[in-house]
């Protein structure tokens, strides 16, 4: 007898890492959340892609949203982050990009992010457990994409 078939709601993110060099040193730009899950945790710009809308343009929209910082749209796709229980509000899916900047533009919060500031990556290498979510993973996988994992 075949398995009746069971569906699951799952949302779509997407997320953005955007890393920049200043005084010799890469930066990643994190947000500061605003709203639970996680409230005043560190975490990359991202959010819920709109009805109608790619993920790619869904993560320009929300790191504008959230930083006030632009990046063209050739940045490269990280990978999907489908673990169950990756966020507590339910089933989510995320597609992370990954931007890299000649210059670090300057970043200011708004939409849902308490904060908005570039970080030494040495800094948030440390310790990728205290981001949010399984930010992370996802930012050890955007630098191994960089070439920059082993450099820490």
């Given at each position: 007898?075949?398995?009746?078939?069971?569906?699951?709601?799952?949302?779509?993110?997407?997320?953005?890492?955007?890393?920049?060099?200043?005084?010799?040193?890469?930066?990643?730009?994190?947000?500061?959340?605003?709203?639970?899950?996680?409230?005043?945790?560190?975490?990359?710009?991202?959010?819920?892609?709109?009805?109608?809308?790619?993920?790619?343009?869904?993560?320009?929209?929300?790191?504008?949203?959230?930083?006030?910082?632009?990046?063209?749209?050739?940045?490269r796709q990280v990978g999907a982050y489908d673990e169950p229980g990756r966020d507590p509000r339910g089933r989510v899916v995320s597609v992370a990009?990954?931007?890299?900047?000649?210059?670090?533009?300057?970043?200011?919060?708004?939409?849902?992010?308490?904060?908005?500031?570039?970080?030494?990556?040495?800094?948030?290498?440390?310790?990728?457990?205290?981001?949010?979510?399984?930010?992370?993973?996802?930012?050890?996988?955007?630098?191994?994409?960089?070439?920059?994992?082993?450099?820490?």
């Amino acid at each position: 007898m075949a398995e009746r078939c069971r569906s699951e709601t799952i949302s779509l993110t997407a997320d953005i890492i955007v890393l920049a060099t200043a005084g010799g040193q890469w930066h990643v730009l994190l947000i500061q959340r605003g709203h639970e899950p996680f409230a005043g945790r560190w975490a990359l710009p991202g959010g819920y892609v709109d009805p109608g809308e790619t993920s790619a343009d869904a993560a320009i929209r929300e790191l504008r949203e959230e930083t006030n910082v632009v990046v063209p749209k050739a940045f490269r796709q990280v990978g999907a982050y489908d673990e169950p229980g990756r966020d507590p509000r339910g089933r989510v899916v995320s597609v992370a990009y990954l931007a890299v900047l000649t210059q670090r533009p300057t970043a200011t919060a708004g939409d849902d992010a308490a904060a908005a500031q570039w970080v030494p990556v040495e800094q948030v290498v440390t310790d990728l457990a205290e981001l949010a979510f399984d930010h992370g993973q996802i930012l050890s996988d955007a630098l191994d994409l960089a070439g920059l994992g082993p450099a820490f």
